[in-house]
């Protein structure tokens, strides 16, 4: 088959773009229910104790899902199709420049978007070029609210659909014939793991973490090892004012001055020049 008929098909697979779906039904905004959701969440505790849940069959809204805004019922990644974009495009100009390094993203869920690296490194016939995938494969902490005071009040930890197995996350790379070698999992907090991962230089580092600290956890820890040329992917920019206020700290201090450059209503990304 033709690359680009693989890649384009596979960012639509990993998306799931291309049907509907039954949503599971979960109320993001926990704190603001009325008396409708707020019955339909007792009943579904109950229905979840034994295994079911709520399902709605669901005509999701294409727009969304191109701009990654939804939380798809069983798509392998969350960050729809422009931010896949993304990806590509930094794949392209890291290999087109030649810039030394692997590739990482911290916060996977179900590893839709690392896959992707590995399917780009694939087709290209790479194999010198690790992709490194960090989370705790158990869900986001609990924030740490006397260290970060950006993260106080953060519910994501209690969601337990972001919380994806090791292997299960293993078995999706398993699922398109992308689990090798040279995929490497780093499982626990990010500020436990990225301190020691023996990771030298790296071309793209995407931030997918949610949090003030899960974000500062990767700047801190991976920036240093971006390559001159190398791109910086952060997720949550728009969507998270905690994790764009660690980013605007961690440039603040570092006197980083790149621009930073829109992906869609929440990525951003640059390259690093020096
Ligand atoms: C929004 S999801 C990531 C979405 C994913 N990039 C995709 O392609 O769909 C956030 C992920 O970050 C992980 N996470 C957040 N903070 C973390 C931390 N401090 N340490 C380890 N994992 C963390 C969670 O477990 C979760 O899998």
Redesign the pocket.
Known sequence: MNDTLYINLLKKVLTDYHRNEFRVFNPINGNNLNWRLKVLKQIDKILNKKQYAICKFTEYNKEDRLEGKDWPTYAD???GLKRLENIEYCFNEVIKDNIPGDFI??????G??TIFMKALLKVSKIDNRTVWV????????KPNEEKYNEDKGDQLYTFKE???SLETVQGNFRKYDLLDENIKFLK????DTLPTAPINELAIIRL????Y??TM?GLINLYPKLSKGGFIII?DWGALNSCKQAVLDYRTKNNISEEIRPIDWSGVFWRKEN
């Open positions: 990644t969350m960050i993203e911290t916060g996977v869920w179900r839709g978007a960090a989370d705790s494969f158990e869900g986001l902490p972001l919380a994806i626990g907090w990010f500020k997918d973490g949610d949090l600290e899960s956890d997720d």
